[in-house]
């Protein structure tokens, strides 16, 4: 089993939906992830940090369900602007390394 | 202004060539990570180090070589013995906080195509 899974999408909303990603991951011991945004052939940028629970950031919000073991991102008031993929990473800090999803593909139609 | 530098951004070699991608940083960073992306896929860790003088073995490090001689440099090196070399190659970097691990910041990364 990978230690990280993502629905690679691709999700299709019109502007102003409500959308949210998931990723499951086996490794029970992370106590922080991260959700990063990749545009089309550039590279990945930090879009939030969680070290608890959850974390809200304007129309972003990041969710750790440890009892399920899956993280959420949920993007609330959909802008065109937010058309881009986006990867889950959780740590291992026994390995000193980051696993990622594979990314969730968001498009976002006027 | 604090980064990541990768260079170049694109890099054309025959088969049967090494190559060397370049990864320097001026963040202070302790750790440093390569990356491998094939299109519509995720990233796969070929090396890291979190020290120098010191790396380890990533998920798919056959036929890459790294070296940690400085802190602020993470050169890659993709032998001819990769089989499947053309690919996007990202560097990262991030602090290490005692057992925690904290965010990687990201190169621009470098497009490798091997004819």
């Known amino acids: 089993r990978k230690e990280v899974e993502q629905d690679p999408g691709p999700f299709n909303v019109p502007e102003g939906a409500t959308v949210a990603f998931n990723c499951t991951y086996s490794?029970?011991?992370?106590?922080?992830f991260f959700w990063y945004r990749q545009d089309c052939r550039k590279e990945p940028k930090l879009l939030m940090s969680v070290y608890s629970s959850g974390n809200e950031d304007g129309r972003f919000t990041a969710q750790l369900n440890r009892a399920s073991q899956y993280i959420s991102l949920l993007i609330r008031d959909s802008k065109l602007s937010d058309s881009a993929t986006y990867l889950c990473?959780?740590?291992?800090?026994?390995?000193?390394?980051?696993?990622f999803g594979r990314g969730t593909q968001l498009t976002v139609w006027p | 202004d604090g980064g990541i530098t990768q260079s170049p951004k694109y890099l054309f070699r025959k088969e049967g060539q090494n190559v060397t991608l370049s990864c320097e940083q001026n963040l202070n960073h302790d750790a440093m990570y390569w990356y491998r992306q094939d299109p519509g896929q995720g990233l796969r860790l070929i090396y890291y180090s979190q020290i120098v003088n010191d790396f380890q073995k990533g998920d798919i490090a056959e036929g890459y070589s790294v070296s940690r001689e400085k802190k602020e440099s993470f050169p890659l090196t993709v032998t001819s013995a990769q089989k499947n070399p053309t690919a996007f190659y990202l560097c990262?970097?991030?602090?290490?906080?005692?057992?925690?691990?904290?965010?990687?910041?990201f190169g621009p990364g470098t497009r490798l195509t091997v004819l």
């Open positions: 990262a970097s991030s602090t290490i906080l005692g057992p925690e691990i904290d965010e990687q910041f």
């Open positions: 990473a959780l740590p291992r800090p026994t390995l000193g390394r980051l696993y």
């Open positions: 490794n029970s011991a992370s106590q922080s």
